[in-house]
């Protein structure tokens, strides 16, 4: 482990899930008493977007946008979260790499199991690239991105948009994807009692997301036996994490196919770390991640 990291391992026990609304609302204390963040330079507007049902966004707008938007899904096991405890992080990737951050309250299981977190993923994105004049942005230079499950949501929604011929994405950023229901990977075997994700969480989440209904490719893509035509994409994976594996897998398996794609796997860290902010790695891996999304979105 980090040694800077290390600290922070007895003050972040995994998510168990037992308990969705009570843990729901745990996440938004703490996200409320930590710092605001600096918003100054950013506009930000809540938006809904018409579907069945309508989906709330909320837009991150720097003062020099660039032009390029990502469609961005929070983790949780899409189980936990929403846009407020997701609002530090869309600010600060909105800040450091120039995009338009459409940031989405998608609904979460168990009470809205899949496919209806990734019908509002997907309807998101259709919405954007239908908007993107009203937005400002480009609709040739839209990417899809998430942490954990959200990053599992953006690859099924990359997926979809092919399969369907729908709105056309440049890039795809997935940070720790939680891609695989299966659970068969080296690091998911033996990564059981990790910080933040460990084989009980996971297993939890995904019988929860799931429904008890068999996983489809749009689900678990991993599962998709075909990542041929898929837009390029950024993988960052944490080395002490259950979902590592299936992250280098996917990754290996797009370049296999023809995807260009950046890898990195960050040594020394466990799920969702990169959060840790006063950690030089932390540091290193964001700036990794905004500089990537700012050079793929480039005009």
């Not at 036996?225 to 080395?239: I, K, M, N, Q, R």
Request: glycine letters at 10%; aromatic letters at 8%; proline letters at 9%.
């Amino acid at each position: 482990m980090d040694p800077e990291l290390e600290p922070f391992v007895p003050l972040l026990p995994a998510a168990e899930y037992a308990d969705p609304v009570t843990e729901r609302k745990a996440l938004a204390e703490l996200v409320a008493s930590l710092p605001e963040p600096d918003v100054s330079a950013l506009e930000i507007t809540d938006r809904m977007v018409p579907a069945d049902p309508d989906v709330p966004v909320r837009i991150y707008r720097p003062q020099e946008a660039q032009g390029g938007v990502i469609v961005w899904m929070h983790g949780g096991g899409c189980i936990v979260g929403d846009l407020d405890t997701e609002h530090r992080w869309a600010a600060k990737l909105a800040a450091e790499s120039g995009a338009v951050v459409v940031s989405v309250g998608y609904r979460l299981a168990p009470e809205h199991p899949f496919p209806a977190p990734f019908d509002d993923a997907y309807a998101a994105l259709v919405w954007v690239a239908a908007n993107a004049a009203e937005l400002g942005v480009d609709p040739d230079r839209i990417a899809v991105g998430g942490m954990s499950a959200g990053g599992g949501l953006a690859a099924g929604v990359a997926l979809r948009a092919r399969d369907e011929q729908g709105p056309p994405i440049r890039f795809q950023l997935l940070t720790q994807p939680s891609l695989d229901d299966r659970q068969r990977t080296w690091s998911a075997r033996n990564f059981t009692g990790t910080p933040r994700a460990n084989a009980a969480s996971l297993t939890a989440a995904w019988r929860l997301y799931l429904g008890g209904a068999p996983a489809t490719p749009y689900a678990a893509p991993a599962r998709a036996e075909d990542l041929s035509g898929l837009p390029p994409a950024y993988v960052a994976t944490a080395e002490f994490d259950p979902v590592r594996d299936e992250g280098i897998d996917y990754a290996l398996r797009l370049m296999q196919a023809g995807v260009q794609v950046e890898l990195h796997q960050w040594p020394g860290t466990f799920h969702g770390s990169y959060a840790i902010m006063s950690a030089g790695v932390s540091q290193r891996q964001n700036g990794e991640l905004f500089a990537a999304l700012r050079r793929a979105l480039a005009g």
